[in-house]
């Protein structure tokens, strides 16, 4: 049995049902608040599952976290339960700060005492894995090399931030208390079932509603894409295979400009569903005002997660953006369930 945190959310959803699709998979318990951000629709071939128990609840919730423990002893943690939008986080960061730092600081003491009543050989094998993001580590030039484990934390925004300081709790809690801990930072992932306001999901459904597809500034903006079920496999790797106290960054070598990105979507898109008057979908790209404090550059050198877990994503971006769009092309129903809930007034906040 393993515990999930934010496992109705996008990555923790793909990692939950990747998971479970393998043979000898341990079963798992899904802690998720079911913010905005999750959904269990993502999550409904796995309704007569046994080896899947959903719990609504907050990993801020110390009596819940700890009777989960307890009841099920899990051998191992994976959190992935955050906010986790950087324009939400600009508009509001008290949940921010709330979940990714108190949150996670929670599930820190709650998995420290669990771990400390364990036999010796359940706290040998048990694992806290932290998921992480680039972000922290800021914002890179042009000709900056990619971020390694040993660059500096620079975050910018009040998401990257936050995330920041959970980073710095999940360290602390290995070396003061020797909590079995392993993080790892990850670069922008896409893939199935990602909530449409993030970039890839966004402009892939405004082409096809027929509305603008809003670029930030100038577009140049370089993000290093890794496909979700990449990102998962990885995650399966550490957890297996890291060293205790070590943190993995895990990218796709897939630097592309937004700009690049959003005219890809929109070749494939004019290829896979073209426009009923003939024109190309990129017609509908759009410049807008820049995000504030945009950070320019994030690149990921994913060498060590290679050399030392022999891990590389099995995507190159042409075969996962052909996937992802492909995807929301065939899964109209997923799509309308979110597109009909809060989605809506997070857009026009966010494009008004
Ligand atoms: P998401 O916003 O899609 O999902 C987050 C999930 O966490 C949701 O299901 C939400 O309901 C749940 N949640 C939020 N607050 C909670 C709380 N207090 N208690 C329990 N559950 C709560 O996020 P995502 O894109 O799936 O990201 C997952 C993790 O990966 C996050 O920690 C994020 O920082 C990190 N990350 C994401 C990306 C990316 O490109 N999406 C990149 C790097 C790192
Ligand atoms: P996003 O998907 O929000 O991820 P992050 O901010 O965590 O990198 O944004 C990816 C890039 O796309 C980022 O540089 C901001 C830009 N962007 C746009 O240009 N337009 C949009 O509507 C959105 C949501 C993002």
């Known amino acids: ?13 793909n990692f939950v049902l990747d998971w479970l699709k393998r043979p000898v998979s341990e079963a798992i318990v899904n802690l998720d608040k079911l913010t905005y951000a999750g959904n269990l629709a993502t999550l409904s071939s796995l309704r007569d599952d046994a080896r899947h128990v959903f719990v609504h609840g907050d990993i801020g919730d110390k009596a819940l976290v700890s009777k989960l423990l307890n009841e099920y002893q899990p051998r191992a943690i994976v959190n992935f339960a955050a906010e986790s939008h950087v324009d939400r986080s600009i508009h509001g960061p008290t949940e921010f700060i709330q979940t990714n730092i108190m949150g996670t600081f929670n599930l820190l003491e709650c998995a420290r005492e669990y771990w400390g009543a364990l036999s010796a050989d359940g706290q040998k094998q048990f694992r806290f ?8 580590y800021g914002s890179l030039s042009a000709t900056d090399p990619a971020f390694s484990e040993t660059n500096s934390y620079e975050p910018n925004s009040p998401y990257s931030a936050s995330k920041a300081a959970s980073d710095h709790l999940v360290r602390a809690w290995f070396h003061t208390y020797g909590l079995p801990v392993v993080t790892t930072n990850c670069s922008n992932n896409y893939g199935p079932y990602h909530f449409p306001e993030k970039l890839i999901p966004l402009v892939i459904l405004n082409a096809l509603n027929g509305k603008p597809l809003p670029i930030y500034g100038d577009g140049q903006q370089v993000r290093d894409w890794l496909y979700v079920g990449d990102h998962c496999s990885a995650i399966r790797e550490v957890l297996a295979k890291g060293v205790l106290g070590e943190t993995y960054n895990i990218g796709g070598w897939n630097e592309k400009p937004n700009i690049e990105v959003v005219k ?6 004019d290829e896979l569903k073209p426009r009923t008057d003939g024109k190309s979908y990129a017609e509908q790209i759009t410049f807008v005002k820049d995000r504030p404090g945009h950070d320019r550059r994030y690149a990921i050198d994913a060498g060590k997660i290679e050399r030392e877990l022999g891990w590389r994503p099995a995507e190159t971006f042409d075969t996962g953006i052909r996937k992802t769009v492909q995807w929301y092309l065939d899964n109209p129903a997923w799509v309308e369930g979110v597109v009909s809930g809060s989605y809506r007034d997070w857009l026009q906040k966010q494009y008004s």
């Open 129 to 136: 894995h932290h998921v992480s993001t680039d972000e922290v």
């Open 1 to 13: 049995m393993i515990l999930v945190t934010g496992g109705a959310g996008f990555i923790g959803g």
């Open 264 to 269: 890809t979507i929109c070749q494939i898109l």
